[in-house]
């Protein structure tokens, strides 16, 4: 841009008229006037004063630059002047005062070559923070100002302004607003003046403003000023038209407003109008002359009454009656850029006058949607601001800082909690971590940093804040329209910085530094990572070119790419084509977690995701595991548990019990430890029975068909609460008097503690379930009565209830024997059990752990279990064996009991054979090892089979398979006869009370169908699908290690629960390890996250407008579902 | 010329609506007419609404008051029901019919209004409407950085210029970068049919209500 042709602001030909915008006509009488040094720093509305300095200075053989600050620059201007040269500083109004401290002085010592300050004002706040009113500064600081109202004005008042300057002696602040620096008209030249620099003469009298100079000084501005004034009056800057005792005065922008609305309402006779641009010194004796026989005026200025309160006092003094009306009259406001209708308002109300012609009929407002600014597609700093709140979450507290970043205030970054001026984001976050503690983050640009952002940050280095300091690197003052950034190197291909950010940073102290690329979301979200993590302040620095001004710069096409979404991926539910999507609505927690997920773990980027997690495939339930995981992980333990009450009956129950194939399908398991599922769930229906979530399932509509259930263990209780939710008739028998089956009467309480159990039967239940204690099959309960009675169908589950035996000889005084089903059942009922001192208990399954822990709670001192394989055979789970030994439980493997005798359980050393059926070594006995284990009780827990009893009374055979079971249908649970359906122990499946809940759903839904003559609903569980991948993954790993039960001595042995609980700190960072291995349809990180306008919604479908992509991919990152990819090229 | 002609510019930013008023206000100085262009742009460039406006004639601000435009040029649709405060019922009002949807919008999930209700809304004021199908010229053009020399064509076609288009062929000619000139030239042209000639298929030209004042 800077070698351009030749620039219409060098004409050099008199009357030459251009068009121009204020700004440029700033600049064209800076260089009639003969300036031979520019600076500035970029602010709306002021920037293209400095940007058209940086046009024509070298042409023109001016000496430029961009400051780095407002006072930086308005020094450098000053230094200028003192060397004899005319200089001219440009800012917005905001940097005069961070100007100030300079500006105080300068009019005590005074420039030599004539020194011009653009301060713009901002009325209305358009680009600003705030509208300051910067004229108050003038008789504050002895500041001759002026307030231009055209383009062709702000021309001749700079020109004006270095005569002024010179011969007055002090610095001339021109103050523009954005309606006259923003508006173009047609200008008309003078010829071009050429520089002088007259060199700085040594005078440190005059120019060094030590106390007694400084009086002295001082004294002499009271001449400045006369000459000053005395100048103002000849300026022509005041100018009077028409002689009516009616006036109006204004001043600034409001002059042209003004004249057009008087001109436009032919009232422009009957007034006298008065136009001022003379803002410090007033020129008074010109002004009195324009007053002559007024006795009313209307002063016409926007913001402060400066001028109002100036002419009152005027009047005062002079003992003039005129009447002032403006601000303290009411007619005006003191905010806000003034209007035409407004203006022509007071003048009518203030003067009394009528306007011609009709009033203009104007349309109604109408509501139309917002359209705010926001980062452009491929904004580094969207990615940057994305990662940011991703890794520091919601309790962080963000402080921004002023650029185009400002724009993360908006939905959806969220980034900016609160803003004040340039470079205060670094000290807001000092400051509010130093007095609260909070986490805090600061972030600003490349320019704001060496603005005033250094010296923001050594103050927190010196104080040893704890906060995070983020630089937004662009390379590039981009938002006032791309004004280089300190240091910043233009080479043919690209930028360069020549001032490095990290060596700044590193020399003011900061040990935790890193330079990162926004566009790599990995690595810079572990850096700010690792910021988060160290102490004191810790620095990163996003580093990425603009693209907008590279492709300007180096002429290389804006676009880097294009990506499209693949919408077979995008929003795409896996489990929504078996009726099984969640049904949970779409929220920002939720899909936030989701979309750290996938770039923390990073592995995913690169991986095909299936449409299900192996996790929910193992899941006999078909739980959708990553969502709830995700739900815990956001926060919204409601929506977690809605999600599991959805699909598993019994929450309380199955969250201690669970034999957790899902922790064994989990990916971590490859690498670290699988994702502790069953505690999180554990831990979200603790949270919902605590704060009374518990959710009612409403029936469907009674179709009164009856149902009976019999066995109301888990499999039972299960299909009886599901036929009911369908509306069925269901009765439910069992020979206990109370419901629970195995869960009540075989797992120990302090495992499976009754009052959650309770809760839990008592829920489904209450869905209208009848339930029938004291009947037991084959004695006082028959199938066939039961069909007559006009049941449409039984369901039978039973469970496995008969012990196998001990294979072994014993003595005549052998000493007691029973199974561990008889044994847990006695001891679960309450009341007492015999138990030896001396237990011993055979097997190595849950029940013989089970046995073996409660013989310790009912007294036994020494319990062995003796077990024929190896330890790790053991088909027990791993942390009930260990909590077995933490409580004085030995477990002897190898041995195969031999002989019963009177002193204790005679048993023969094994070792391993060949493997059997089940891949384990099959134990050979070796004969002449015996050992004797001292006992007096035996406790033998070898597994169960039905107890077929009941089959004798029955006039039916149901179809049987290997071991006994009865034969099913694996989809409806139907067995050879059409009325009678089983599920659980009875039938072949894997002996978990998981799966024989499972085993009942699946059932009501397969009588469902079978009665309703329907298929079979696709709603009901599936069955587990067992990948031959996942069976190769090492199984044998430590289960989550949070859940590990209490290896705590002190702990007591007794009935009460044995497990640990998660905190919510430790649920939720568990939870945050789910890698999401599955496609969620619940998801719209693009938009509601990462908010790139690329992006737009066309009938529910998230699309990429090629147009507007740029190709930088960072949402490729975004995307959980891995749905955006790079378009083909065409 | 005695009265001035206000012509107000509104779409979004990156429309190219400075441009237009910039290549206005040359073309009055082409003609020796006093003009004054303003483009109060804040913070469009980051793709929010712009206004600017153009006055053709004697007078000294860049302000169009309430019910004062003459000219409502829109760039987008929903861009000129923010400018309905400016419209009287005699003013003119183009719209293009190319949509850029707000990203307030896209966010909520909430759909782009209907531009039959935008231009129902705009005849409320006025009767003088006129749609440009922008998007289907452009891609006859096949530059989409034409659409605003196409509407400055429209704006042309409504034949209120106190200049013809010569004087705009010219200030084109002269002032686009090379590679957009014979496209820009081009759109010119065709945004003059679209309004000049009435065809109903490219610009619907409604006079059928009578002004009410």
Same mark, same amino acid.
């Given at each position: 841009?800077?070698?351009?042709?030749?620039?219409?602001?060098?004409?050099?030909?008199?009357?030459?008229?251009?068009?121009?915008?204020?700004?440029?006509?700033?600049?064209?009488?800076?260089?009639?006037?003969?300036?031979?040094?520019?600076?500035?720093?970029?602010?709306?509305?002021?920037?293209?004063?400095?940007?058209?300095?940086?046009?024509?200075?070298?042409?023109?053989?001016?000496?430029?630059?961009?400051?780095?600050?407002?006072?930086?620059?308005?020094?450098?201007?000053?230094?200028?002047?003192?060397?004899?040269?005319?200089?001219?500083?440009?800012?917005?109004?905001?940097?005069?005062?961070?100007?100030?401290?300079?500006?105080?002085?300068?009019?005590?010592?005074?420039?030599?070559?004539?020194?011009?300050?653009?301060?713009?004002?901002?009325?209305?706040?358009?680009?600003?923070?705030?509208?300051?009113?910067?004229?108050?500064?003038?008789?504050?600081?002895?500041?001759?100002?002026?307030?231009?109202?055209?383009?062709?004005?702000?021309?001749?008042?700079?020109?004006?302004?270095?005569?002024?300057?010179?011969?007055?002696?002090?610095?001339?602040?021109?103050?523009?607003?954005?309606?006259?620096?923003?508006?173009?008209?047609?200008?008309?030249?003078?010829?071009?003046?050429?520089?002088?620099?007259?060199?700085?003469?040594?005078?440190?009298?005059?120019?060094?403003?030590?106390?007694?100079?400084?009086?002295?000084?001082?004294?002499?501005?009271?001449?400045?000023?006369?000459?000053?004034?005395?100048?103002?009056?000849?300026?022509?800057?005041?100018?009077?038209?028409?002689?009516?005792?009616?006036?109006?005065?204004?001043?600034?922008?409001?002059?042209?407003?003004?004249?057009?609305?008087?001109?436009?309402?032919?009232?422009?006779?009957?007034?006298?109008?008065?136009?001022?641009?003379?803002?410090?010194?007033?020129?008074?004796?010109?002004?009195?002359?324009?007053?002559?026989?007024?006795?009313?005026?209307?002063?016409?200025?926007?913001?402060?009454?400066?001028?109002?309160?100036?002419?009152?006092?005027?009047?005062?003094?002079?003992?003039?009656?005129?009447?002032?009306?403006?601000?303290?009259?009411?007619?005006?406001?003191?905010?806000?850029?003034?209007?035409?209708?407004?203006?022509?308002?007071?003048?009518?109300?203030?003067?009394?006058?009528?306007?011609?012609?009709?009033?203009?009929?104007?349309?109604?407002?109408?509501?139309?949607?917002?359209?705010?600014?926001?980062?452009?597609?491929?904004?580094?700093?969207?990615?940057?601001?994305?990662?940011?709140?991703?890794?520091?979450?919601?309790?962080?507290?963000?402080?921004?800082?002023?650029?185009?970043?400002?724009?993360?205030?908006?939905?959806?970054?969220?980034?900016?909690?609160?803003?004040?001026?340039?470079?205060?984001?670094?000290?807001?976050?000092?400051?509010?971590?130093?007095?609260?503690?909070?986490?805090?983050?600061?972030?600003?640009?490349?320019?704001?940093?060496?603005?005033?952002?250094?010296?923001?940050?050594?103050?927190?280095?010196?104080?040893?804040?704890?906060?995070?300091?983020?630089?937004?690197?662009?390379?590039?003052?981009?938002?006032?329209?791309?004004?280089?950034?300190?240091?910043?190197?233009?080479?043919?291909?690209?930028?360069?910085?020549?001032?490095?950010?990290?060596?700044?940073?590193?020399?003011?102290?900061?040990?935790?530094?890193?330079?990162?690329?926004?566009?790599?979301?990995?690595?810079?979200?572990?850096?700010?990572?690792?910021?988060?993590?160290?102490?004191?302040?810790?620095?990163?620095?996003?580093?990425?070119?603009?693209?907008?001004?590279?492709?300007?710069?180096?002429?290389?096409?804006?676009?880097?790419?294009?990506?499209?979404?693949?919408?077979?991926?995008?929003?795409?539910?896996?489990?929504?084509?078996?009726?099984?999507?969640?049904?949970?609505?779409?929220?920002?927690?939720?899909?936030?977690?989701?979309?750290?997920?996938?770039?923390?773990?990073?592995?995913?980027?690169?991986?095909?995701?299936?449409?299900?997690?192996?996790?929910?495939?193992?899941?006999?339930?078909?739980?959708?595991?990553?969502?709830?995981?995700?739900?815990?992980?956001?926060?919204?333990?409601?929506?977690?548990?809605?999600?599991?009450?959805?699909?598993?009956?019994?929450?309380?129950?199955?969250?201690?019990?669970?034999?957790?194939?899902?922790?064994?399908?989990?990916?971590?398991?490859?690498?670290?430890?699988?994702?502790?599922?069953?505690?999180?769930?554990?831990?979200?229906?603790?949270?919902?029975?605590?704060?009374?979530?518990?959710?009612?399932?409403?029936?469907?509509?009674?179709?009164?068909?009856?149902?009976? @259930?019999? &066995?109301?263990?888990? =499999?039972?209780? /299960? $299909?009886?609460?599901?036929? %009911?939710?369908?509306?069925? *008739? #269901? !009765?439910?028998?069992?020979?206990?008097?109370?419901?629970?089956?195995?869960?009540?009467?075989?797992?120990?309480?302090?495992?499976?503690?009754?009052?959650?159990?309770?809760?839990?039967?008592?829920?489904?239940?209450?869905?209208?379930?009848?339930?029938?204690?004291?009947?037991?099959?084959?004695?006082?309960?028959?199938?066939?009565?039961?069909?007559?009675?006009?049941?449409?169908?039984?369901?039978?589950?039973?469970?496995?209830?008969?012990?196998?035996?001990?294979?072994?000889?014993?003595?005549?005084?052998?000493?007691?024997?029973?199974?561990?089903?008889?044994?847990?059942?006695?001891?679960?009922?309450?009341?007492?059990?015999?138990?030896?001192?001396?237990?011993?208990? @055979?097997? &190595?399954?849950?029940? =013989?752990?089970? /046995? $073996?822990?409660?013989?310790? %709670?009912?007294?036994?001192? *020494? #319990? !062995?279990?003796?077990?024929?394989?190896?330890?790790?055979?053991?088909?027990?789970?791993?942390?009930?064996?260990?909590?077995?030994?933490?409580?004085?439980?030995?477990?002897?493997?190898?041995?195969?009991?031999?002989?019963?005798?009177?002193?204790?359980?005679?048993?023969?050393?094994?070792?391993?054979?060949?493997?059997?059926?089940?891949?384990?070594?099959?134990?050979?006995?070796?004969?002449?090892?015996?050992?004797?284990?001292?006992?007096?009780?035996?406790?033998?827990?070898?597994?169960?089979?039905?107890?077929?009893?009941?089959?004798?009374?029955?006039?039916?055979?149901?179809?049987?398979?290997?071991?006994?079971?009865?034969?099913?249908?694996?989809?409806?649970?139907?067995?050879?006869?059409?009325?009678?359906?089983?599920?659980?122990?009875?039938?072949?499946?894997?002996?978990?009370?998981?799966?024989?809940?499972?085993?009942?759903?699946?059932?009501?839904?397969?009588?469902?169908?079978?009665?309703?003559?329907?298929?079979?609903?696709?709603?009901?569980?599936?069955?587990?699908?067992?990948?031959?991948?996942?069976?190769?993954?090492?199984?044998?790993?430590?289960?989550?290690?949070?859940?590990?039960?209490?290896?705590?001595?002190?702990?007591?042995?007794?009935?009460?629960?044995?497990?640990?609980?998660?905190?919510?700190?430790?649920?939720?960072?568990?939870?945050?390890?789910?890698?999401?291995?599955?496609?969620?349809?619940?998801?719209?990180?693009?938009?509601?996250?990462?908010?790139?306008?690329?992006?737009?919604?066309?009938?529910?479908?998230?699309?990429?407008?090629?147009?507007?992509?740029?190709?930088?991919?960072?949402?490729?990152?975004?995307?959980?579902?891995?749905?955006?990819?790079?378009?083909?090229?065409? | 010329?005695?009265?001035?002609?206000?012509?107000?510019?509104?779409?979004?930013?990156?429309?190219?609506?400075?441009?237009?008023?910039?290549?206005?206000?040359?073309?009055?100085?082409?003609?020796?007419?006093?003009?004054?262009?303003?483009?109060?742009?804040?913070?469009?460039?980051?793709?929010?609404?712009?206004?600017?406006?153009?006055?053709?004639?004697?007078?000294?601000?860049?302000?169009?008051?309430?019910?004062?435009?003459?000219?409502?040029?829109?760039?987008?649709?929903?861009?000129?029901?923010?400018?309905?405060?400016?419209?009287?019922?005699?003013?003119?009002?183009?719209?293009?019919?190319?949509?850029?949807?707000?990203?307030?919008?896209?966010?909520?999930?909430?759909?782009?209004?209907?531009?039959?209700?935008?231009?129902?809304?705009?005849?409320?004021?006025?009767?003088?409407?006129?749609?440009?199908?922008?998007?289907?010229?452009?891609?006859?053009?096949?530059?989409?950085?034409?659409?605003?020399?196409?509407?400055?064509?429209?704006?042309?076609?409504?034949?209120?210029?106190?200049?013809?288009?010569?004087?705009?062929?010219?200030?084109?000619?002269?002032?686009?970068?090379?590679?957009?000139?014979?496209?820009?030239?081009?759109?010119?042209?065709?945004?003059?049919?679209?309004?000049?000639?009435?065809?109903?298929?490219?610009?619907?030209?409604?006079?059928?209500?009578?002004?009410?004042?």
């Amino acid at each position: 841009m800077k070698q351009g042709t030749f620039d219409p602001l060098l004409v050099d030909v008199k009357g030459h008229a251009e068009s121009l915008l204020g700004n440029e006509a700033i600049v064209r009488g800076a260089l009639e006037a003969g300036v031979a040094f520019a600076c500035g720093y970029p602010g709306t509305p002021s920037s293209e004063v400095t940007d058209s300095f940086f046009r024509v200075a070298e042409q023109r053989g001016i000496v430029f630059e961009y400051s780095i600050n407002e006072k930086i620059a308005l020094e450098m201007a000053f230094a200028a002047s003192l060397a004899g040269a005319r200089s001219i500083c440009a800012m917005k109004h905001l940097g005069l005062l961070y100007a100030g401290d300079p500006l105080s002085t300068i009019p005590y010592i005074g420039p030599r070559g004539g020194l011009v300050v653009v301060s713009a004002g901002d009325p209305s706040c358009r680009t600003s923070p705030n509208e300051q009113d910067q004229r108050l500064l003038a008789p504050m600081l002895f500041l001759p100002m002026l307030d231009p109202s055209t383009p062709q004005e702000a021309l001749d008042m700079t020109k004006f302004a270095f005569e002024l300057s010179e011969k007055s002696r002090l610095p001339v602040v021109l103050r523009p607003t954005t309606r006259v620096c923003h508006s173009r008209a047609v200008v008309r030249y003078q010829r071009l003046m050429p520089k002088q620099v007259g060199g700085f003469v040594r005078d440190p009298e005059r120019l060094v403003p030590v106390p007694a100079n400084a009086r002295r000084m001082r004294i002499e501005i009271k001449d400045r000023l006369e000459i000053a004034e005395h100048m103002m009056a000849e300026s022509g800057f005041l100018r009077v038209y028409g002689n009516s005792d009616q006036a109006v005065l204004a001043s600034g922008a409001p002059v042209a407003g003004c004249h057009d609305v008087l001109v436009e309402s032919d009232l422009y006779g009957r007034v006298r109008f008065i136009s001022l641009g003379c803002i410090y010194p007033l020129p008074e004796r010109r002004l009195l002359e324009a007053l002559d026989g007024v006795t009313r005026l209307l002063v016409v200025e926007e913001l402060s009454p400066y001028l109002e309160d100036g002419l009152r006092s005027l009047a005062a003094r002079r003992g003039l009656s005129i009447e002032i009306l403006g601000k303290g009259s009411g007619h005006f406001p003191a905010e806000f850029e003034y209007q035409p209708e407004q203006i022509l308002s007071a003048i009518e109300k203030g003067l009394g006058l009528r306007a011609d012609g009709p009033d203009p009929l104007a349309g109604q407002a109408s509501q139309v949607p917002v359209r705010p600014p926001t980062l452009c597609p491929g904004c580094p700093h969207r990615a940057s601001q994305f990662a940011l709140r991703t890794v520091f979450g919601e309790q962080c507290l963000y402080f921004g800082d002023i650029g185009c970043y400002t724009l993360g205030y908006g939905p959806p970054l969220h980034t900016v909690d609160s803003l004040l001026c340039m470079g205060a984001g670094f000290t807001l976050a000092a400051g509010v971590s130093r007095i609260t503690n909070q986490r805090t983050v600061g972030v600003m640009g490349d320019s704001t940093f060496f603005h005033s952002g250094m010296p923001a940050l050594l103050n927190a280095v010196k104080e040893k804040v704890d906060m995070v300091a983020v630089i937004l690197d662009n390379q590039v003052t981009a938002m006032t329209g791309f004004q280089e950034s300190p240091g910043m190197k233009q080479l043919a291909d690209g930028l360069s910085r020549e001032v490095s950010i990290e060596a700044v940073v590193r020399s003011l102290g900061v040990k935790q530094v890193e330079t990162v690329d926004p566009y790599d979301l990995s690595s810079t979200m572990q850096a700010f990572e690792r910021a988060r993590d160290a102490q004191g302040v810790s620095v990163v620095i996003c580093e990425r070119a603009c693209r907008v001004h590279l492709a300007r710069q180096t002429g290389q096409t804006y676009k880097l790419g294009s990506y499209q979404v693949d919408s077979s991926l995008c929003q795409f539910c896996g489990r929504e084509a078996s009726g099984q999507r969640c049904g949970q609505s779409r929220s920002i927690a939720f899909t936030r977690h989701m979309t750290q997920s996938r770039i923390q773990h990073v592995d995913c980027k690169s991986v095909e995701k299936s449409s299900q997690a192996p996790c929910s495939t193992r899941c006999p339930l078909g739980l959708c595991i990553q969502g709830y995981l995700g739900q815990i992980a956001a926060g919204q333990y409601k929506n977690a548990y809605e999600m599991i009450l959805e699909r598993v009956p019994m929450p309380e129950t199955v969250c201690r019990v669970c034999h957790r194939p899902c922790e064994q399908a989990c990916v971590h398991g490859d690498t670290d430890r699988a994702v502790g599922v069953n505690d999180l769930k554990r831990f979200v229906v603790d949270w919902a029975h605590r704060f009374d979530q518990a959710a009612e399932c409403a029936p469907w509509v009674d179709c009164g068909i009856r149902i009976a @259930v019999i &066995g109301a263990g888990p =499999a039972g209780l /299960a $299909a009886a609460y599901h036929l %009911r939710l369908r509306g069925y *008739r #269901v !009765v439910l028998f069992d020979a206990e008097e109370k419901a629970g089956g195995l869960l009540r009467y075989g797992i120990p309480a302090y495992r499976m503690p009754r009052e959650p159990l309770d809760r839990d039967i008592e829920r489904m239940l209450a869905s209208g379930v009848e339930f029938e204690s004291g009947r037991k099959l084959g004695e006082n309960l028959f199938i066939e009565q039961l069909l007559d009675d006009g049941y449409a169908a039984v369901f039978l589950a039973i469970g496995a209830q008969k012990s196998i035996d001990l294979p072994v000889e014993r003595d005549p005084d052998a000493i007691e024997q029973t199974d561990a089903l008889t044994y847990l059942r006695a001891a679960n009922r309450g009341g007492d059990v015999k138990t030896g001192k001396h237990v011993v208990v @055979v097997g &190595g399954g849950n029940a =013989a752990v089970d /046995a $073996a822990r409660t013989a310790v %709670r009912r007294g036994a001192e *020494r #319990v !062995v279990i003796a077990y024929r394989r190896s330890r790790q055979d053991m088909p027990a789970w791993d942390d009930e064996i260990q909590a077995a030994e933490s409580e004085g439980v030995e477990i002897l493997c190898r041995l195969q009991p031999a002989r019963a005798r009177a002193d204790g359980l005679l048993c023969v050393k094994t070792k391993p054979g060949k493997p059997d059926a089940s891949g384990r070594s099959r134990p050979v006995a070796v004969a002449d090892q015996k050992i004797l284990i001292e006992a007096e009780q035996i406790i033998t827990a070898l597994g169960q089979r039905m107890d077929e009893s009941w089959c004798a009374s029955s006039s039916f055979d149901l179809e049987r398979e290997a071991e006994g079971l009865v034969k099913i249908d694996p989809l409806t649970g139907r067995t050879s006869h059409a009325k009678i359906f089983a599920g659980g122990d009875m039938t072949p499946a894997n002996r978990t009370v998981t799966e024989a809940m499972a085993a009942g759903i699946r059932s009501a839904w397969g009588i469902d169908a079978v009665l309703r003559g329907t298929e079979v609903a696709d709603r009901r569980p599936i069955a587990p699908i067992v990948e031959a991948s996942l069976e190769k993954r090492n199984v044998d790993r430590d289960q989550a290690e949070c859940r590990r039960p209490a290896n705590d001595p002190s702990r007591p042995i007794d009935d009460s629960e044995v497990a640990v609980v998660l905190t919510e700190f430790q649920a939720r960072q568990e939870a945050s390890r789910c890698k999401v291995c599955g496609l969620c349809g619940n998801c719209r990180s693009c938009l509601d996250l990462f908010g790139c306008p690329a992006f737009f919604v066309r009938d529910g479908g998230i699309f990429i407008d090629p147009e507007l992509c740029m190709g930088c991919g960072v949402c490729e990152s975004v995307c959980p579902n891995g749905a955006i990819r790079e378009a083909a090229n065409e | 010329m005695n009265e001035r002609l206000k012509i107000l510019i509104v779409g979004v930013g990156g429309q190219g609506a400075l441009t237009v008023a910039k290549f206005l206000g040359e073309a009055a100085i082409l003609e020796g007419l006093e003009v004054m262009v303003g483009q109060l742009h804040g913070m469009s460039q980051r793709g929010g609404s712009v206004e600017c406006s153009v006055l053709i004639g004697p007078g000294k601000s860049s302000f169009i008051g309430d019910g004062q435009a003459d000219i409502v040029l829109g760039l987008e649709p929903m861009e000129v029901l923010r400018a309905l405060p400016k419209m009287s019922p005699q003013s003119r009002v183009i719209i293009n019919r190319g949509v850029i949807m707000p990203f307030s919008l896209a966010l909520q999930g909430l759909p782009y209004p209907p531009i039959a209700s935008i231009t129902e809304q705009v005849q409320e004021i006025t009767p003088y409407v006129f749609e440009v199908d922008g998007p289907v010229l452009v891609r006859r053009i096949g530059v989409s950085r034409v659409l605003n020399v196409l509407m400055v064509g429209a704006l042309t076609g409504l034949g209120m210029l106190p200049f013809d288009r010569n004087v705009l062929w010219k200030v084109i000619e002269k002032k686009s970068p090379e590679r957009f000139k014979e496209a820009n030239l081009q759109a010119l042209g065709m945004g003059i049919e679209a309004v000049a000639s009435k065809k109903p298929a490219i610009a619907v030209v409604m006079e059928s209500k009578e002004a009410t004042c």
